[in-house]
Nanobody
Framework: QAQLVESGGGWVQTGGSLTLACTAS????????IAWFRQAPGQERKFVAS??????????ADFARGRFTISRKNTEAVITVRLQMNSLKPEDTAVYYC???????????????WGQGTQVTVSS
């Protein structure tokens, strides 16, 4: 089964930075949009940012714009999508998920492949 694997989560102080990475098979996901979602305890899973197959014109949630940067590197074997997160706040604490979908954008239902998630904790 095609897999998305997240890495890079952890604990960071308020105001700090963290970079998440999602790796995916180039054979399977070269045409897919790959996105980051996050889910805080007791809340629904929310869109964070997405990168289309070309990596051009990424999309961001309002809370992410200006603080987070998504980037995508495609090779034949592996696709890597990174989420650089700066000026982190306690409210950014969540499990961050990588997801893939063809032609997908902001909506969770557009994504049909999901990673297992990586925990990000922000505190002072």
């Amino acid at each position: 089964q095609a897999q998305l694997v997240e890495s890079g989560g952890g604990w960071v102080q308020t105001g700090g930075s963290l970079t998440l990475a999602c790796t995916a098979s180039g054979d399977t996901f070269s045409s897919h949009t790959i996105a980051w979602f996050r889910q805080a305890p007791g809340q629904e899973r929310k869109f964070v940012a997405s990168a289309s197959w070309s990596g051009i014109s990424p999309h961001y949630a309002d809370f992410a714009r200006g603080r987070f940067t998504i980037s995508r590197k495609n090779t034949e074997a592996v696709i890597t999508v990174r989420l650089q997160m700066n000026s982190l706040k306690p409210e950014d604490t969540a499990v961050y998920y990588c997801a893939a979908g063809v032609g997908a954008n902001y909506y969770i239902d557009q994504y049909d492949h999901w990673g297992q998630g990586t925990q990000v904790t922000v505190s002072s």
